[in-house]
C-alpha cells in the first residue's frame, strides 16, 4: 500500500519516459497518468486516450487526423490547414470538382486548354468542321492528334457556333469530376491512411482516419532511437514524423491533375464529344 501511494505521489515529477516504462511494465495504473505537450500549444489532447497498453487515438474524419499527427504540416491558420480541410471534403466526397472545372473552363477554352481533352476521335471530327469552316487552320491539327495554336481554333468555333464551347465544357467537367473523385480517395489512402507504422503507430479497426494506437514498446523504443529521455512523448512523436515524414500528395487544387484516372475520364466523354462535334458538322454543312 505505501509503495502504491508513493507511486501516486510521484508521478507528477516523473518524466515522460518514466512514466512509460512503469505503464509497460504495468507498474503504473494508466488512470493515473497525462501526458502533455510542451511545444505545440495547438495540438488537440482530447484525441489521446491512455489505455493499459499504450496510447489511443480517436479522431472523426481526416481533417483532424492530419492536423493532429502532420503538426505543423496542416497547423491551424496556414496554408496548410486549408488543405487539410479540402483534402477532407475530397475524401469523404462533398467536394465540388465539377464546379472547380466549371470555373476555369472560360479561361481554358478561350485559351484553347479545352481541346487537350478532345479524344483521338473527337479530334479527327473536330478537323472535319474545320475543313467546311475555317480551312486554314486544318493543319494545326497534326496526324498524330497534337494541336498548334489551340486559341485560333476555340475562336473560330465561337464565331460560327454561340454555345460550342459551353456544350464542350459540360461534357468535359462532368467527366473530370467523376474521374477524379475515383481516384482521390485512393491516393489520400496510400499517402496517409497506414503509413504511420514506421513511427510505431498503427490504424485499428476497418476505417483510416479513425482509431490509430501506439503501444508503449514502441514509445519506448522511439526515445531509445532518439538518445533523449527527458522530453514529452507526444513532442517526440510529432517532431520524428514532421522530420521524416514525405508528404505526396500535390496541393489540393492540383489534385485533379494527379489522381484523375485518366482511362475513365476518355470513357465518359470521348463518345459524348465525338457525337457533339457531328452535331455541328451537320449543321455547317446545312
Known sequence: ???????????????????????????????????????????????????????????????????????????????????????????????????????????DWSEGYTLGYLCSEAKIRLKELLKLISPNLVDNINENGGIDDESQITSVLDKYFQHIGDEMDEIICSAKANATEAGVKEAIEKAYCNTLSDYGVEKWGKWCFGLYFISWGNLVQLFVEDGEFDGKALDLLIQKIEKKFSHSLPEYYEMEYYVMDNEMFESESCEKLVNLIDEYIERAQE
Open 1 to 107: 500500500m505505501k509503495k502504491r501511494l508513493l507511486i501516486e505521489n510521484d508521478v507528477p515529477e516523473m518524466t515522460d519516459f518514466q512514466k512509460i516504462l512503469l505503464l509497460n511494465k504495468r507498474k503504473l495504473d494508466s488512470d493515473d497518468v497525462e501526458f502533455k505537450s510542451d511545444n505545440y500549444e495547438d495540438l488537440k489532447l482530447y484525441h489521446v486516450q491512455i489505455k493499459p497498453d499504450g496510447l489511443l487515438f480517436d479522431f472523426d474524419d481526416l481533417e483532424q487526423f492530419l492536423k493532429f499527427f502532420h503538426y505543423p504540416a496542416f497547423e491551424e491558420g496556414t496554408d496548410g490547414e486549408w488543405d487539410a480541410t479540402n483534402y477532407d471534403r475530397m475524401y469523404y466526397g462533398s467536394y465540388d470538382f465539377y464546379s472547380e472545372c466549371q470555373d476555369r473552363a472560360y479561361d
